[in-house]
């Protein structure tokens, strides 16, 4: 097992690290932190705070397998995202943040677009869209919960996108470098294409204390029902 540590003082040659920043880069920096150990094949990622579900990573793995496959386009970064319906990812305590994916006919990724204070209102979903516009959401849209898949050479896009976003983010000390926003980017420069799935298990997280309850229900229950064992590491 290897480890690769997100710190701030790693970015490339080109740049500086803003002397008052404290905070982390943000999800695509965190990627490109593992370039070292991950430069050989093909990986996942995912956040280390959420429940997937087993047959998530099963989709995971075979689109992992289906874009390893031949390809007339070298040139284009391929990958996989295994998205969630919105209305399974929501909190009933407070709102959420939620990479909203647009698909196109042949389930391929189109675009994400992060949207902010997603809730629940009489029935309707409503968010705000990166513009700050409050709009209703399709309750059954595909949502992005960071599961992806990558190929190695998706390290050297993350290295020029992340030089791009030193050079213009508007508030070095705050702004984050989000990996779904750079995955949308290569998308709209028509520099890769991601394979799209939907999870057919339910997602589950922590985003508020009260949310606790629940998710601990739900895992007994999958235990219960001898899904999972009662211990992960025997």
């Known amino acids: 097992m290897q480890y690769a540590f997100q710190r701030l003082e790693d970015i490339p040659l080109v740049a500086q690290v803003p002397a008052p920043r404290t905070k982390p880069w943000g999800t695509g920096h965190a990627v490109w932190c593992a370039r070292n150990v991950l430069s050989n094949s093909n990986f996942a990622v995912i956040n280390a705070d959420d429940f997937y579900g087993r047959e998530t990573f099963s989709a995971l793995l075979n689109s992992i397998h289906n874009f390893s496959l031949p390809s007339t386009d070298d040139s284009c970064i391929r990958g996989a995202i295994v998205g969630f319906r919105l209305c399974e990812t929501l909190s009933d305590h407070g709102t959420v943040s939620r990479g909203i994916c647009q698909l196109d006919d042949s389930s391929f990724l189109h675009s994400v677009e992060e949207w902010s204070e997603i809730r629940t ?114």
């Open 121 to 234: 209102s009489g029935g309707v979903v409503f968010g705000k869209n990166s513009q700050g516009v409050d709009k209703e959401l399709d309750a059954e849209a595909v949502v992005s919960m960071n599961v992806w898949a990558f190929q190695p050479s998706v390290f050297q896009a993350l290295e020029k996108g992340f030089s791009q976003f030193l050079d213009t983010a508007e508030d070095l000390e705050k702004d984050e470098f989000y990996l779904p926003a750079a995955v949308d980017n290569w998308i709209s420069s028509g520099i890769a294409s991601f394979q799209s799935r939907l999870a057919t298990s339910q997602w589950m997280g922590v985003t508020y204390r009260e949310d606790k309850p629940k998710v601990m229900e739900k895992i007994s229950s999958l235990i219960s029902a001898g899904i999972y064992p009662a211990s992960l590491f025997n």
